[in-house]
């Protein structure tokens, strides 16, 4: 009953299939048994194989072994939980944290919870997939509003009727690479009796002056403000937390399904989490190279013409439309050694399909030149699909900024 949906899906260019990767998690790695530049990982700060990365995670496995054997409420906290909740909360300005086994069930577990006394939830129409299921599986009404839409998601509040609500967004928004409003949304939430939920998973380590996220970037302090984030992107580990009032946390380990019913982090995950949050507060020049990075790919791709939507983050989007293009341009970069998967729906909206471009501080001056060389050929060797690259953007950005179904 498969094979024909799988047809189907190869004839709409919507097909994936997994590769594999033969090395650590670096700027360079071997694919499929041949030599590539990787643009996209979200190991923004080049910590997934950072050597005391590796020796803390290493060291935790020596002595508390290699899986958690169950939830920590059956099996109980082990010192690198405690140890990395407690660093979180100062990292994060927060009276306290929680760390989950992934983000996706950060989110489940905190959405579910605290939107018991909500009347409603508004979300931000680009929100990731894991804030959407867990609105729906809350059980509360959910209003979608437009991307970085705040005069729309005022207007929808004051319709509403009594009682409380949650405001659900994106710090940085992971296909996009643009920013939430927050000051605007924050502004929002206070005078409407809402509290506002910010998924800062690509924020964290990157954003702000300390890498403390968006919330730092941005300058803000509110009680009204909860944060998830992940330790597997700029953290280099794997796993997700909350951080907040501390009865609110502890109400999320009493009452988050999440969290209950499912084994915890792995100790050495944890104690890897630990490691990565040192280097970042001692070595901020490695987001000083990030930026570096990051502000002379997002030139060059200006420079060649290439649409990246309002991305002020790593994350820059070369857009093409529909899918085949994308996959076009995809193989285009691996037969020139870069490993850039074309993303597309229900990733994001139909007809913006895209290639996604993160920077890390991995990458050298040289990585990003080959890369743009790359995309340069386009022009000599493709002129159909140079034309899908310049000429569609001003259709495409209108999808990608307002059409999004909440259920993707």
């Known amino acids: 009953m498969y094979r024909p949906r799988l047809d189907l899906l190869a004839r709409r260019s919507l097909l994936r299939r997994l590769r594999t990767m033969h090395a650590a998690p670096r700027a360079e790695v071997e694919l499929d048994g041949r030599p590539v530049l990787v643009f996209s990982s979200n190991n923004y700060l080049d910590l997934a194989a950072h050597p005391k990365v590796m020796e803390a995670a290493i060291n935790a496995i020596r002595r508390y072994g290699v899986g958690a054997t ?17 660093r979180l909360a100062a990292f994060k300005g927060a009276e306290a944290a929680l760390v989950f086994s992934t ?74 690479g643009d920013l939430a409003p927050l000051p605007s949304l924050l502004d929002v939430a206070a005078s409407s009796r809402a509290h506002l939920v910010v998924d800062d998973a690509h924020g964290t380590g990157v954003m702000g002056r300390g890498g403390r996220g968006t919330v730092e970037h941005f300058g803000l302090t509110s009680a009204a403000l909860i944060q ?37 982090l792995p100790p050495a995950m944890a ?36 649409e990246t939507l309002d991305s002020e983050s790593p994350i820059l989007p070369i857009l093409v439309g529909d899918a085949g293009g994308a996959l076009d341009l995809s193989g285009h970069l691996l037969a020139h050694g870069i ?32 890369l743009l060389d790359a995309l340069a050929t386009v022009r000599k060797t493709d002129g159909a699909l140079w034309e899908r690259l310049t000429d569609r953007t001003g259709a495409v950005r209108g999808s990608a900024s307002g059409r999004r179904s909440p259920s993707l």
């Open 339 to 370: 490993y850039a998967p074309a993303i597309r729906p229900p990733t994001v909206p139909a007809s913006s399909s895209r290639i996604r471009i993160s920077v890390t501080a991995g990458h050298t001056p040289a990585h990003i030149d080959r």
């Open 228 to 264: 998830m984030g992940t330790l597997s992107k700029a953290l280099g580990a794997s796993g997700g937390f909350v951080t907040g009032p501390r009865d609110m946390i502890e109400y999320l380990v009493n009452r988050a399904r999440s969290f209950i019913y499912t084994t915890a």
């Open 271 to 306: 104690a890897a989490a630990s490691a990565a949050l040192d280097i970042v507060e001692a070595e901020p020049e490695r987001r000083a190279t990030l930026w570096r990075l990051r502000e002379r790919l997002s030139q060059g791709l200006k420079t060649v013409g290439c």
């Open 103 to 176: 983000g996706y069930q950060a989110n489940l577990g905190l959405i579910q919870t605290i939107a018991e006394d909500a009347s409603a939830i508004y979300a931000d129409r680009l929100c990731h997939a894991s804030l959407i299921d867990a609105c729906r599986l809350s059980k509360r009404p959910l209003r979608i509003f437009r991307h970085r839409d705040v005069s729309q998601l005022r207007r929808l509040l004051e319709r509403k009727g009594a009682g409380a609500s949650l405001i659900l967004t994106d710090g940085v928004f992971s296909m996009d």
């Open 70 to 86: 169950a939830s920590r409420l059956m099996s109980g906290s082990l010192p690198p939980h405690r140890d990395l909740e407690a």
